[in-house]
T-cell receptor, first 111, second 117 residues
Framework: GQSLEQPSEVTAVEGAIVQINCTYQTSGFYGLSWYQQHDGGAPTFLSYNALDGLEETGRFSSFLSRSDSYGYLLLQELQMKDSASYFCAVSHSGGYQKVTFGTGTKLQVIP | NAGVTQTPKFRVLKTGQSMTLLCAQDMNHEYMYWYRQDPGMGLRLIHYSVGEGTTAKGEVPDGYNVSRLKKQNFLLGLESAAPSQTSVYFC????????????????FGPGTRLTVT
């Protein structure tokens, strides 16, 4: 089966940098995704890493180490609107585009 | 381009009642999914479809049925609702890619909040 671990809550100050870690165990690993979900809203896709290294998209970056089964999401220049839950998700083999989500990290940005 | 839409947005059912949740997408995606989200548990896959006329069970399929008669629609049915099915239900879709490639990006609908009393 698949399992993912990420912290349940993180608090950070506006303007600072925060890193949300994700470790996973899965067979037939394809890649690691990150989704953002505001309270009462739908998850929205942020990034995807299939290869080792850092992917940057504006203030957000995502990192993957396949050998360590580990990845992280880095948020820079935090803004109040970044307060949300962040989910890592592994894509893995299974006959279709199978994705298993972690339980999410609730990020609170404080002034 | 509306993306993924879900009907209804809210619903309250009594135990034993039935209902159907409708998901529609206008992006011509092959794959569609139904998830449920409970506090502290992330998103769990109920059923999925890899194309028109095909469906398969996900992680938590018991108590639910699905149908995909048209490519753009994916229906989730509860035949006899139970309080344990109180949850937020999300539909998602994604495009086809060669197995092992692609971004595996899923597009989510706004969700349906279901309460079973």
């Amino acid at each position: 089966g698949q399992s993912l671990e990420q912290p349940s809550e993180v608090t950070a100050v506006e303007g600072a940098i925060v890193q949300i870690n994700c470790t996973y165990q899965t067979s037939g690993f394809y890649g690691l995704s990150w989704y953002q979900q505001h309270d009462g809203g739908a998850p929205t896709f942020l990034s995807y890493n299939a290869l080792d290294g850092l992917e940057e998209t504006g203030r957000f970056s995502s990192f993957l180490s396949r050998s360590d089964s580990y990845g992280y999401l880095l948020l820079q220049e935090l803004q109040m609107k970044d307060s949300a839950s962040y989910f890592c998700a592994v894509s893995h083999s299974g006959g279709y585009q199978k994705v298993t989500f972690g339980t999410g990290t609730k990020l609170q940005v404080i002034p | 381009n509306a993306g993924v839409t879900q009907t209804p947005k809210f619903r309250v059912l009594k135990t034993g009642q039935s209902m159907t949740l409708l998901c529609a997408q206008d992006m011509n995606h092959e794959y569609m999914y139904w998830y449920r989200q409970d506090p502290g548990m992330g998103l769990r896959l109920i059923h999925y479809s890899v194309g028109e006329g095909t469906t398969a069970k996900g992680e938590v399929p018991d108590g639910y049925n699905v149908s995909r008669l048209k490519k753009q629609n994916f229906l989730l049915g509860l035949e006899s609702a139970a309080p344990s099915q109180t949850s937020v239900y999300f539909c998602a879709s994604s495009y086809t890619s060669i197995s092992g490639q692609g971004r595996y990006e899923q597009y989510f609908g706004p969700g349906t909040r279901l309460t079973v009393t």
